[in-house]
């Protein structure tokens, strides 16, 4: 086990006792206002300016310096506080610690000049308004960067960008003002030096939104995936986030702390699912029996807590690793994190959905809404199939096979 220090079990009891007190019974009425489609909904907004005045704000940035904004959690530090916000989809959001926002808050922290931190580092940091990340193309398999073919062409005082891109998650959003798109810059340097990340304002000219896209057939007012056109968009030279080239490099760095944010909050959910599967099998009888009286129900509860706590573990050691040694060094972790949780959160919400019965498929429960996140979670982020090749390389390079023939008698 991972020991926290006081500080951080505090940050982490005072946001689960906020959650308890204002934002779980709370999330009826969150959820009508949604339905009733609202973007914002006022709920939303007003826990939102409780929690920012109470300080629980912010704190899924990373510890960088004194100098930096945030309540300087360390990602270890985070991934308690990260669960409590898992338990509910909107949660996140009520402290400013949601993605995609949270990201793009990292790469200006690490990246922004001063004029971009001002432009748009800080209004992110005070939730004055959402941001995006266009990195996927439809056209192109954008598991593999070296594919994408949006370009960003200087010309004069200015860059031009030109492409379409899909699921930039909340580019639509009524607050998004500011898109962090990535683009080639240079088709003929290095695979790794081809891209680059130009800040673009959400309703600069030549932007435009085709359509919303539905995850598994459900359309979130307040979540959207929406697909984009980006047809000769302006913007000033100085709009380049960092150095030319560097985009892949960047990207890289925005993505390790998010994954391991997206896995706290999945184990956070998964968790809710497990204590409803409890409550359901001890209200329904079957043949007699109550379900939680099926060897089956127990094993399904059973193998949901084994697997849930071996995931914890090892993202809580993930967690560790980035604030130890960096994003890259941990690199096999992150990747590991990312495929172990996100098929547990899958297995765990079939289990619920299936004890649920006809109603695990609606949504009076969240286990429905779970198994269609979990899935989809097997894909953004980077494919599974993607983190399972990055393991097994740096396996392969990390081992030495040379004693391996004392073993064998061949
Ligand atoms: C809900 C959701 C939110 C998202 N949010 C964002 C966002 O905010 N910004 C953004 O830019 N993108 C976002 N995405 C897109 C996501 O990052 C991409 O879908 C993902 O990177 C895969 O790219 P692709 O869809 O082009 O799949 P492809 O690259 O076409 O891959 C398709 C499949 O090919 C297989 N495959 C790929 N590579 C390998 C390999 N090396 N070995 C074996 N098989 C392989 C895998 O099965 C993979 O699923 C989101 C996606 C979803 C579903």
Known sequence: MFELPDKAIQVRNEVEAFFNARVLPNNKLWVDQARSGQSNPD?????????????????????????????????LEFTGVAEVLGRLEWASRVFNCHAPDVPNMELLQLFATAQQREDWLNPLLEGEFGSSFAMTEPGV???????????????????????????????????????????????????????????IPRHAEGVEVVRNLPVFEHESVTNLHPELT??????????????????????????????????????????????????????????????????????????????????????????????????????????????????????????????????GVTNDTPAARAFGKARAFRIYDGPDEVHLQTIARLEASEQNLENLTHYLFD
């Open 43 to 75: 709920i939303e907004r007003q826990l939102r300016a409780e929690a920012k005045a109470l300080g629980l704000w912010n704190m899924a940035l990373p510890r960088l310096g004194d100098s930096e904004p945030g309540t300087k959690l360390s990602n």
């Open 141 to 199: 398999a954008s598991s593999d960067p070296v594919n994408l073919e949006t370009t960003i062409v200087r010309d004069g005082d200015e860059y031009v960008i030109n492409g379409r891109k899909w699921f930039a998650s909340n580019a639509s959003h009524e607050n998004t003002q500011l898109i962090i798109l990535v683009g080639v810059t240079d088709a003929t340097a290095k695979k790794s030096k081809r891209q680059s990340l130009i800040l």
């Open 230 to 359: 980006f047809t000769n968009v302006r913007v000033p030279v100085a709009y380049l986030l960092g150095e030319e080239g560097e985009g892949f490099a960047m990207g890289q760095a925005r993505l390790g702390p998010a994954r391991l944010h997206h896995c706290m909050r999945a184990i956070g959910e998964c968790e809710v699912l497990i204590s409803l599967m409890l409550k359901r099998s001890t209200e329904r009888t079957t043949f007699g029996k109550r379900l939680d009286e099926y060897s089956s129900t127990s094993e399904a509860i059973s193998l949901s807590r084994i697997e849930l706590d071996q995931c914890r573990l090892l993202v809580q050691q993930a967690a560790h690793l980035i604030d130890t040694v960096g994003n890259k060094e941990a690199r096999k972790k992150i990747s590991m994190i990312k495929v172990a949780v996100d098929r547990v959160y899958q297995q765990i919400a079939d289990r619920a959905v299936q004890l649920y019965g006809a109603k």
